[in-house]
């Protein structure tokens, strides 16, 4: 069984670029949530896709955006970017229909915006 | 809406000690309850859950937590901890809705001491 896995591990950006993270959920998952953890803090949602459809937000802008691919991979894409947006970006799969809490975490993509 | 206060921000604690990290939660509704540990540079990996049935509810590494409705309490709790306990502790909430996210606390940084 393959956990989640996440690209890139590390990556730096400039003010006003634009990042795409990517995500393989784990085998036989079909939804993947993504959370930002800034610095000293706990991880917050940002959004959840669930058959190719965003499945609920949270309280990020619309420059943050997402993809969930027919093998359930996901991508977080984000534009322009600002330096609040450095932060560990976590992906997280799950299989609908399960008990609440089977959500299997990635190692996150750290990036740093300069 | 749910929110999650973990009342310590750090706890050290010498190696063999116990230890409690303390997680209080709010909610209008029936939540589900988790407790994940972060290492260094890693994703999270989750510890135990309470989803119904005895509020004591054992975990790995021989961690525990007991979930008290009265008090909208989850504390998390270790007879003895090892050096390699050292880690960030997220304490977490979901309503019993499927699917739905998870609010994390701020975290409680453990630190054993030998």
């Known amino acids: 069984e393959t956990g989640v896995t996440q690209s890139p591990t590390h990556l730096i950006k400039t003010r006003g670029q634009q990042v795409t993270l990517r995500c393989s959920s784990q085998?036989?998952?079909?939804?993947v949530s993504w959370y930002q953890q800034a610095l000293g803090q706990g991880p917050q949602f940002i959004f959840q896709?669930?058959?190719?459809?965003?499945?609920g937000r949270g309280n990020f802008p619309p420059r943050f955006s997402g993809l969930q691919f027919p093998n359930y991979s996901s991508e977080l894409n984000v534009n322009a970017l600002e330096l609040d947006d450095s932060a560990l970006y976590l992906c997280?799969?799950?299989?609908?229909?399960?008990?609440?809490?089977?959500?299997?975490f990635g190692p996150g993509t750290r990036l740093t915006v300069t | 809406a749910q929110s999650v206060t973990q009342l310590d921000s750090q706890v050290p604690v010498f190696e063999e000690a116990p230890v409690e990290l303390r997680c209080n939660y709010s909610?209008?509704?029936?939540?589900?309850l988790f407790w994940y540990v972060q290492y260094p540079n890693q994703g999270l990996q989750l510890l135990l859950k309470?989803?119904?049935?005895?509020?004591l509810v054992k975990g790995i590494n021989g961690f525990e937590a007991e979930f008290n409705k009265s008090q909208t309490s989850f504390h998390l709790r270790k007879p003895s901890v090892h050096i390699s306990d050292t880690a960030e502790y997220f304490c977490?909430?979901?309503?019993?809705?499927?699917?739905?996210?998870?609010?994390f606390g701020k975290g409680t940084r453990l630190s054993v001491i030998a």
């Open positions: 896709y669930y058959r190719e459809e965003e499945n």
């Open positions: 085998s036989g998952h079909n939804t």
């Open positions: 997280a799969s799950s299989l609908a229909g399960t008990a609440q809490g089977e959500q299997y």
């Open positions: 977490a909430v979901s309503s019993l809705s499927g699917n739905t996210p998870l609010v």
């Open positions: 309470y989803l119904s049935g005895s509020t």
């Open positions: 909610s209008s509704v029936s939540v589900y």
